[in-house]
C-alpha cells in the first residue's frame, strides 16, 4: 500500500486529518476598508512613520524570498475581498510587486464572524504589532456602541472590566490631546491625568513643556517637564523640614519679650540650625536643583 505524503493524500485517507478555509487570490482583489482598522487612529501618515515603513520593508522582503508570512484574513461582501487582519502584509505584498516580485495569488482566511468578531480580530490578533491604547479604546468604544457591556469585552481581550473602562475613556480627550498620544509625545495615562486637571488646557500645557525643552517632539513628556514649566514641586523633605521648623517656633511663643509692635522670641542652637537648614533648602527649589520624586523617576525610566 503506497504511503500518503502529503496532506491532500492523507485527507483522502483519515478523517483526522481535513482542509483549511484557505483560498489563494491575486493580491490586487485585497482591498481596505475606510475606518475599520484601528491602527494609526486619530494619527496622520500613520503608514509614513518610520518604524511602521520598516515592518512593511521587512514583510515585503520577506514575500521577495518566498519566506513564509501568515494568511491575510479577510471578508468578503458584495463581492469584495476586504482586509481584516494583515494590513501591512497586504501593503508589503503591493510594494514587493512594485520592485519586481512576481506574486500572482497570495494565501488568505476567509473570516466568518459578523462586524463585531471582525473588530475583536484585531484585538486578538497575533500580527506582532502592540496595540497602542486609544487603538483599544477605539475596539471597545466600537463594541460598546454596538452594545456590548465592559465586562463582556474585558472576557473576550482576556482584560478586567475596570481596564476596558479606562482605555474606552480616552475617546472623551480632545483630538489634539489623542494625536499627541498616538504620536508618542505623552503616555495615555499622564494625559488623561492631565485632562481630569486641566480640562481643555492640557493640550496647552504639554505644548508649553515642549517649547521649554526646544520644541524636541521626538521626546516624551513627562510629569517632570510639565511640573518644571508650570512650578517647581517642593518634595516631602523639605515640607517636613518646614513642619519641623515651624513647630520648634511656635512651642516657644510663650517666650515672646516685648511691647508695642516689636516682640524678641528666645530659640535654640538647634531651632536654629533647622531653620538654616530649611532656607537652604528653599534656595534648592529656587534654583531649580531639587531632586525629582521617586514617581517622576519612575516614570521616566519607562
Known amino acids: 500500500m503506497a504511503q500518503a505524503n502529503s496532506l491532500k493524500s492523507l485527507n483522502r485517507e483519515s478523517s483526522d486529518v481535513s482542509k483549511s478555509d484557505l483560498f489563494s487570490v491575486a493580491p490586487h482583489l485585497l482591498l481596505e476598508e475606510e475606518g475599520f482598522n484601528t491602527r494609526g487612529a486619530f494619527c496622520e ?4 512613520r518610520p518604524d511602521i515603513k520598516a515592518g512593511i520593508r521587512a514583510l515585503a522582503d520577506a514575500y521577495r524570498r518566498g519566506d513564509y508570512v501568515p494568511p491575510i484574513i479577510v471578508k468578503v461582501r458584495d463581492g469584495k475581498v476586504y482586509v481584516r487582519e494583515g494590513h501591512r502584509r497586504r501593503r508589503a505584498i503591493l510594494l514587493a510587486i512594485s520592485e519586481g516580485a512576481e506574486i500572482r495569488k497570495i494565501q488568505v482566511l476567509e473570516h466568518k464572524g459578523d462586524e463585531a468578531e471582525q473588530t475583536l480580530l484585531i484585538a486578538t490578533s497575533n500580527d506582532g504589532l502592540p496595540l497602542t491604547p486609544l487603538e483599544k479604546a477605539v475596539i471597545y468604544g466600537r463594541l460598546a456602541n454596538w452594545g456590548w457591556s465592559d465586562q463582556e469585552v474585558a472576557e473576550r481581550v482576556g482584560r478586567t472590566a475596570e481596564h476596558v473602562r479606562q482605555v474606552r475613556a480616552l475617546l472623551d480627550l480632545p483630538l489634539d490631546l489623542k494625536r499627541m498620544i ?4 505623552v503616555a495615555a495615562t499622564y494625559a488623561a491625568e492631565l485632562f481630569r486637571e486641566h480640562g481643555e488646557q492640557a493640550v496647552q500645557v504639554l505644548k508649553d513643556a515642549q517649547s521649554e525643552n526646544g520644541d524636541d517632539r521626538a521626546r516624551k513628556v513627562t510629569r517632570k517637564n510639565v511640573e518644571k514649566k508650570q512650578s517647581p514641586k517642593i518634595a516631602k523633605k523639605v515640607v517636613a ?3 519641623k521648623s515651624v513647630s520648634s517656633i511656635t512651642r516657644r511663643l510663650d517666650t515672646l519679650r516685648g511691647d508695642g509692635d516689636t516682640f ?16 537652604e533648602k528653599l534656595a534648592e527649589i529656587e534654583g531649580g536643583g531639587e531632586e525629582a520624586s521617586t514617581e517622576e523617576q519612575r516614570e521616566l525610566a519607562l
Do not use: I
Open 45 to 48: 501618515d500613520y503608514y509614513e
Open 182 to 185: 498616538q504620536a508618542g509625545e
Open 241 to 243: 523640614a518646614m513642619h
Open 264 to 279: 524678641t522670641l528666645t530659640l535654640t542652637r538647634e531651632d536654629v540650625e533647622e531653620l538654616q537648614a530649611l532656607r
